[in-house]
């Protein structure tokens, strides 16, 4: 197998009718670092993060004149809020309501996936596109609650698209402040005990003889050590309790506690003074003195540079490009090179893309839903995919995007993918895929051009002998050397 075969279809997104295999592999891989645009059009025409919350701000709104939210920081419901209306008029009003809604969020879900999809359908820096991919899933997400339903784009357009080729401390910063996950993980629900607005609400709570009480929230804290710095076993609940304490006051613009609340605008990050827990922490063994802000930004540049954190992107990265066990030595060097650099990606991608092991073992990796479909497409000269066939295409193969259903993100090795039933899946959509272009794309030609040094002596046989143009076409895009990469 080639070495540009193993760059097109392994550290890219899959090789099209019209590429050229490139000369030196490893040099256009690295390359396309310094012309990756992070801001095309196609996304600076969506909506931003700032005009989301307010859709938002609106939505809860809308609930709370129904009735069916309370009026707290994020509409929860609390004692003594009114019953929702009664009647069928105002059912029927909720119903319209409802409906409006969802309308509203599947719009913005399809635009913000159509953009996604096609960047990654004609971008010329395919292997750059992957590593935005890669990053919004270990940052994952889910769109499926309503404080969430239209921020995975805005995520990954906004806090990931530009810092992949920079620091990964100013990445992890960058998501840990973006409304889409401070709302997931609910970290506008989070007040110290101790701030001015908590020692407020107490004496509000001991007058209105109410038992509830603001506290903290720990959601963001504990996925910040287990999933995108530290890793599991190798924090403790009183690290989580610490950095949860220091993040108090990290919250949105557009959701205010007044009188002590900072305004700012909608969708932008604001530190809530009134509302951060006074006094020091202690996280990962370090003590943190700091005051206001700049405690939780120290321990986030700290948790970036930990020996641990190190390790763990280095496995991940290599689980990803290289194989679902990745070779310990290749961790090894992957993650002295980022400790060297002072926590620079690209020292990551630099140690991967130059080492052996990384072009040895070709098609090691199999390739999940939203990989096997867009190397699919790109293999037939797609460019414009109606972004609500692709939804649907993906929700069959089970991999919606930005709906995980957990902040854990999606699995990334064979034994999540590559079930029977999950391969007769991939076999129907490949065959809709194939059916409208059978007239148009011979697959005996195509599949030497898509799978340069890669294409089998069984599967050009195969092809060969399909009965029809479209099963020709459908066997190319379920062949081993598609699925895999």
Known sequence: MSLAAIALNRFGLGARPADAAPADPRGWLLGQLGRFDPRPTVITALPNAAAMTLQYRQNLAQLRRQGLIGGGVIGARRPGDPEPPKGPKAEAMANQAQRERRQAFAQAYGSQVGARLALSLTSAAPFAERLVHFWANHFAISTDKLATATMGGPLEFEAIRPHIGGRFADMLLAVT?????????????????????????????????????????????????????????????????????????????????????????????????????????????????????????????????????????????????????????????????????????????????????????????????????????????????????????????????????????????????????????????????????????DARSLAPRILPGTLSAATASAIARAESPAEGLALLLVAPEVLRR
């Open 177 to 441: 402040r973006h409304p889409g996950m401070q709302f997931y993980l609910d970290q506008a629900q989070s007040i110290g005990p101790n701030s001015l607005l908590g020692e407020a609400a107490r004496r509000r709570n001991a007058r209105q003889g109410t038992l509830r009480q603001p506290g903290l929230n720990e959601n963001l804290a504990r996925e910040i050590l287990e999933l995108h710095t530290l890793g599991a076993g190798n924090y403790t609940q009183a690290d989580v309790a610490g950095l949860a304490r220091a993040l108090t006051g990290w919250g949105i613009g557009g959701f205010v506690r007044r009188p002590l609340g900072v305004a700012a605008p909608d969708g932008q990050f604001v530190f809530q003074p009134a509302w951060h827990e006074p006094g020091g922490v202690t996280v990962a063994g370090r003590p943190y003195r700091q005051n206001g802000e700049a405690q939780a930004l120290a321990i986030l540049q700290d948790l970036a540079l930990n020996p641990l954190t190190a390790r763990r992107l280095a496995v991940k990265l290599a689980r990803h490009f290289v194989a679902d066990a990745p070779p310990p030595a290749l961790v090894d060097r992957m993650a002295a090179a980022y400790l060297a650099s002072g926590g620079q990606l690209p020292a990551l991608y630099h140690a991967l893309i130059e080492a052996p092991e990384a072009w040895a073992t070709p098609l090691a990796k199999f390739k999940t839903p939203w990989d096997w479909l867009v190397s699919s497409l790109r293999a037939l000269g797609r460019e414009n995919v109606p972004p609500l066939q692709a939804i649907g295409a993906l929700r069959e193969l089970g991999q919606p995007v930005w709906r995980p259903g957990s902040p854990a993100g999606w699995e990334d090795d064979a034994a999540r993918w590559a079930a029977p039933d999950a391969l007769l899946r991939r076999v129907e959509i490949a065959s809709r895929i194939a059916a409208p272009l059978a007239a148009s794309i």
